[in-house]
């Protein structure tokens, strides 16, 4: 018994990036062909009580170069730069969705974790000033790690599968091993 998988090609057909060296493919190529780190002072919060007080933080993004002032307000960073992410990989295929049957596509997310940043505000919210009525409705929504997957079907109008991955270093394989069609088992 072995395994078969049908005979298909993959097509990469467009691509996106936000990564600590640049906000674009281009500008993220670029950095690593010229050996750019990303490393550099922590800007995110006061890392002065910390051992470590550098990282590979997301420099100069602009959330409301991609969405709507609204959807900024009600969603957490990570969702911001799956969206982000998403529309300039849309525009680099130039896919128009509405020349697809829009049943037959899907969006896999992949993530280690959903809104930290928003649940990191909304703890702080609780205990430091004043409990729990300072809590945002939009708190469980802003967390969730298939939130970045439900609004990209949304804005997309992708109807198909819509799920999240998050299987720590495996995710970015896993999400793509999900996205492609299933093994199926055969008699070799």
């Known amino acids: 018994m072995g395994f078969h998988r049908e005979q298909r090609r993959v097509v990469v057909t ?9 906000n674009s493919v281009e500008e993220f190529w670029t950095s690593i062909l010229a050996g750019v780190s990303g490393a550099a002072p922590i800007k995110q919060f006061d890392a002065s009580g910390y051992d470590t ?22 969603s ?13 990989a849309v525009q680099d295929a130039q896919i128009d969705f509405t020349k697809f049957d829009r049943d037959r596509v899907g969006v896999v997310f992949g993530s280690g974790i959903g809104g930290l940043q928003t649940f990191t505000r909304q703890s702080r919210s ?3 000033s004043g409990g729990p009525h300072r809590i945002s409705p939009f708190f469980i929504p802003m967390i969730i790690l298939n939130m970045a997957s439900g609004v990209t079907s949304i804005l997309t109008g992708a109807k198909g599968p819509n799920t999240c991955v998050s299987t720590a270093c495996a995710t970015g394989g896993n999400a793509i091993g999900d996205a492609n069609p299933p093994i199926t088992v055969s008699q070799v």
């Open 14 to 22: 467009g691509m996106g990036a936000l990564t600590p060296v640049g």
């Open 53 to 74: 007080k550098f990282a590979c933080e997301l420099k100069g993004f602009d959330a409301s170069k991609y969405l709507d002032r609204k959807l900024v307000q009600r």
């Open 76 to 88: 957490d960073p990570f969702t911001h730069y799956a969206l982000a992410a998403t529309e300039m």
């Open 126 to 128: 609780i205990f430091e």
